[in-house]
């Protein structure tokens, strides 16, 4: 079981590369930012092709994993996985990029506000949940080899492990299209919370 960690870290590494061009595209917006199409919608486009990508390097794997073991089941079930991996994979990837990515639009750190708790669980979140998600991708075999240890049709398992991983997959991709939204109305939040400046503060800061 533990081995799917190392697999799940082993498609992050593939994916980082997959995912490149987005990172090109965020380290070097000016272009981006030239043309009249928000920088979610333009982000949003380089996933399928890293999914493509990474579906190549998850084929390797199936055709690895039926040559282990020849069998109609075996057949089945690495084809039920196959696509969740890749998800898993360019998901973490992704989250690890675009989380890296500086806010657009000015207004300052407001994490730098934030109680040292809030700010430490944000730095885990950050450096965990990228490789994790990858991991995620892997857990389909292991639903699918536990089913089958149980005398369960294994297949129709790792779909249903594979569906989960599709609908979190699906939420980072919502988010790459909306973080530009979303970091815009935290910092209304945010300034809204601040207590107004006195004037002499203001003169002060010139």
């Not at 333009?42 to 084929?59: D, G, N, Q, T």
């Not at 890749?86 to 675009?98: C, D, E, R, Y």
Request: glycine share 10%; proline share 8%; net charge neutral.
């Amino acid at each position: 079981s533990p081995l799917i960690a190392v697999a799940g870290l082993a498609l992050y590494l593939a994916a980082l590369d997959a995912v490149e061009p987005l990172a090109q595209e965020i380290d070097h917006p000016t272009r981006r930012n030239s043309v009249p199409i928000e920088g979610g919608a333009v982000e949003l486009r380089h996933i399928p092709i890293a999914v493509a990508a990474m579906l190549l390097v998850c084929l390797v794997a199936f055709v690895a994993a039926v040559a282990a073991g020849p069998s109609l089941a075996a057949v089945e079930i690495a084809a039920a996985c196959v696509l969740p991996a890749a998800l898993g994979a360019v998901g973490g990837a992704v989250i690890s990029v675009v989380a890296g990515a500086p806010s657009q639009g000015g207004g300052g750190d407001t994490w730098s506000l934030m109680p040292p708790e809030v700010a430490g669980m944000r730095i885990v979140y950050r450096t965990g949940w990228p490789p994790a998600m990858a991991i995620i991708g892997i857990v389909p075999v292991l639903a699918a080899r536990t089913a089958a240890r149980n005398g369960v049709p294994a297949a129709p398992i790792a779909l249903l492990a594979g569906a989960g991983v599709l609908a979190l997959f699906v939420i980072v991709c919502g988010w790459v299209r909306e973080r530009e939204r979303m970091h815009a109305w935290w910092r209304r939040q945010m300034d809204a919370a601040m207590p107004p400046r006195k004037e002499e503060d203001v003169i002060a800061d010139g």
